[in-house]
């Protein structure tokens, strides 16, 4: 379905990044980079507006089986990436992998896939959550005694 594409799971984990985080944020939809001014709405380009882009990516989703196929699991792989909206290098990348609970097989079908929403739903939170906590919550650790963070590392 379209709300399982990959696009619109990435859509509403941006959605969910900006509405959890108190940086005024705006959520683009399509494939807009920082720096084409068109690329929300007109105006200024991004880097006049914003000092940093935050593209969240699926690169993979499905289900994985085991048991020989009598359980089954939904996973979601994204790959979450800060970049500098002034030259569109990257600041910050991050790998983020989720699986739900392991469900019988016949489960992920019943009530017109009532189960499949609720996990997929479950795997957006979740990730938004995780880009949040990775992306802007995190201090890096002083690699001296004494050092103070700098801010995000590339990693």
Known sequence: ?????PNAMAA????????????RA?????????G?????GGGPAASEVFDSVLQVEITQFGFAGRNAGRDIALYVVAEARLLDAGNSQPIALRGLAWLSPWHAADLWTKADGALTRTELKR??????ER????MFLDTPWPSQPG????????R
Do not use: C, N
């Open 26 to 34: 705006q959520v683009f939809t399509d494939a807009a980079v920082a």
């Open 147 to 154: 050092a103070m963070p700098t801010g995000q590392v590339l």
């Open 36 to 40: 084409q001014p068109a690329a929300y």
């Open 123 to 128: 795997a957006q939170r979740a990730l938004a």
């Open 131 to 134: 880009v949040v906590e990775h």
């Open 1 to 5: 379905t379209g709300a399982a594409s």
């Open 12 to 23: 509403a984990i941006a959605e969910d990044i900006a509405r959890w985080t108190p940086y």
